[in-house]
């Protein structure tokens, strides 16, 4: 006999996947980055935490990234610009993606 609560996780299960895949759109204005310091068949790894050993969760082609939101200010803000981590969403089409970039290969730009 099946316990109550696995339909449960089964549906939450669901509702993500549903939640993840649905299409999301960037603001207008400030707060949109792009891509610096990287050949143009190079790309930049987006990790899933503020860490090069971290999973990387997407990849950022120079000049062919979709866009870039800077999500908070990139940190430790103890730390020189170029070593702080900076969280971002990745908005490429209907793809949604949330992670962290090294600021060293970002830099503003209005969102479109």
Do not use: E
């Amino acid at each position: 006999m099946a316990r109550p609560y696995h339909h449960l996780l089964g549906l939450l299960a669901a509702l993500s996947l549903v939640a993840t895949t649905l299409p999301a759109q960037a603001t207008s204005g400030p707060g949109c980055l792009y891509v610096v310091n990287f050949a143009p068949y190079d790309v930049l790894n987006m990790r899933a935490r503020p860490s090069a050993r971290s999973a990387i969760v997407d990849q950022l082609p120079p000049r062919r990234h979709g866009i870039i939101h800077l999500d908070a200010k990139c940190r430790p803000l103890s730390r020189p610009w170029a070593s702080r981590w900076c969280p971002v969403t990745h908005y490429d089409g209907d793809r949604v993606t949330k992670g962290y970039v090294k600021a060293r290969y970002i830099r503003d730009s209005d969102c479109p």
